[in-house]
């Protein structure tokens, strides 16, 4: 049985308790918090923007520690879930590496590329593995897409435009500053610059149009070079000033002889989605089954994936600390873009 000891019972905490009650041969043997009510096990006072909303949870059985240097010291531990704001990050990854543990962080892997290669050095030194959360490649529509690319089945890959675009997150306080939060890009972009990374490889130069607010770019459309001049990849990414539509995703993803296609939208009343569909080169559009399209599903993936990485020594290719720490390049380089109104070689 894999112990793991997870580190912030907020939001994301609370998600990933409950993906690894779904997870078998895993099991959640301590909880890290500074907030008493929380450490006590009432988490009612949780909600985010899907999942089911906190519950008291029942702690017997479960180690639980105020201090972050406390719970990585329990030997009984072999992996540390790291669930605190992304300021805490790089401190959180080094104690549980000097610790010896295992490491599973979520997103973004830190504010900046500096604090990125000093995580990812960190857990080198002390022979652990880095895995950071980035959920986005498991999300139901996003897995079934990654999987046709590699079946090959449609030919090459030609490129994508990639979107995610909320209303101003007017509850989060933090959100514009780049020691706390980092902004639209380094916040919701990150996930489509996974990927991008993911599915292309790194890109050779950005160019992005944008909005700022206080020098953090607010919103921007980017378009990717690659060095294939072929590959045609694009995004729109960040807040708009309209609070009916809180949130919404889609790719549009152009391989050679089909186009996949999918976006959701949560408005302020009702949730909606254009369903994944893929349209062939001959005029047919598939519209695929999917199994659960609910977002905790991606979760219960990736955590499957994280822990099975653990137990096996076999690195994921998707949640590697390096390919996370080449998301913060890519939007590091956006920012550069916008600010400077030029192309940014990488
Ligand atoms: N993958 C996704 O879709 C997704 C969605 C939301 C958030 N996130 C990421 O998850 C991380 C956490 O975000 P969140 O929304 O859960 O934040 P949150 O503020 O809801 O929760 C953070 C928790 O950490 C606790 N905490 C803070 N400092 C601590 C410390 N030193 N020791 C112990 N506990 C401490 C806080 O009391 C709080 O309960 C961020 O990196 C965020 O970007 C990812």
């Given at each position: 049985m894999l112990k793991v000891g997870i580190a912030g019972i907020g939001f994301m905490g609370w998600i990933h308790w409950l993906a690894y009650q779904k997870v078998p041969g895993v099991m959640v043997a301590a909880i890290c918090e500074t907030d008493e009510k929380r450490l006590s096990g009432d988490w009612t006072d949780i909600q985010g923007n899907?999942?089911?909303?906190?519950?008291k949870v029942d702690l017997s059985g479960i180690a639980t520690y105020h201090d972050l240097a406390d719970?990585?010291?329990?030997?009984?531990?072999?992996?540390i879930d790291i669930c605190l704001p992304p300021s805490f990050h790089l401190m959180a990854i080094e104690a549980a590496a000097n610790a010896g543990k295992q490491v599973f962080c979520e997103k973004p892997l830190a504010l900046n590329l500096h604090d990125c290669d000093l995580a990812n050095q960190a857990c080198q030194r002390a022979g652990v593995a880095l895995q950071v959360g980035h959920v986005l490649p498991f999300f139901p529509e996003y897995e079934f897409a990654r999987q046709e690319i590699a079946?090959?089945?449609?030919?090459?890959?030609?490129?994508?435009?990639?979107?995610?675009?909320?209303?101003d997150p007017t509850w989060l306080k933090?959100?514009?500053?780049?020691?706390?939060?980092?902004?639209?890009?380094?916040?919701?972009?990150?996930?489509?610059?996974?990927?991008?990374?993911?599915?292309?490889?790194?890109?050779?130069?950005?160019?992005?149009?944008?909005?700022?607010?206080?020098?953090?770019?607010?919103?921007?459309?980017?378009?990717?070079?690659?060095?294939?001049?072929?590959?045609?990849?694009?995004?729109?990414?960040?807040?708009?000033?309209?609070?009916?539509?809180?949130?919404t995703h889609g790719f549009e993803i152009h391989l050679e002889r089909a186009t996949m296609h999918f976006e959701f939208a949560g408005f302020s009343d009702t949730g909606e989605?254009?369903?994944l569909k893929i349209l062939t080169a001959d005029g047919e559009v598939i519209r695929p089954t999917l199994d659960n399209t609910d977002p905790l599903q991606g979760f219960i993936s990736e955590i499957s994936e994280a822990t099975q990485s653990v137990k096996t020594g076999h690195p994921s290719e998707?949640?590697?600390?390096?390919?996370?720490?080449?998301?913060?390049?890519?939007?590091?380089?956006?920012?550069?873009?916008?600010?400077?109104?030029?192309?940014i070689e990488l």
């Open positions: 899907f999942g089911p909303p906190g519950e719970m990585v010291n329990d030997d009984s531990l072999d992996l079946s090959g089945k449609h030919g090459a890959l030609l490129g994508g435009h990639f979107k995610r675009v909320i209303s933090d959100f514009y500053d780049p020691l706390k939060v980092g902004g639209p890009l380094i916040d919701l972009h990150i996930h489509d610059a996974h990927l991008i990374r993911l599915l292309f490889g790194m890109p050779r130069q950005v160019s992005s149009t944008g909005r700022t607010r206080n020098s953090v770019v607010s919103y921007c459309n980017t378009i990717f070079g690659f060095d294939d001049p072929k590959i045609c990849v694009s995004s729109m990414s960040g807040v708009i000033d309209q609070q009916g539509r809180p949130f989605s254009m369903p998707i949640l590697a600390g390096e390919l996370a720490r080449d998301a913060i390049e890519i939007c590091q380089a956006q920012s550069e873009s916008v600010l400077s109104g030029k192309t």
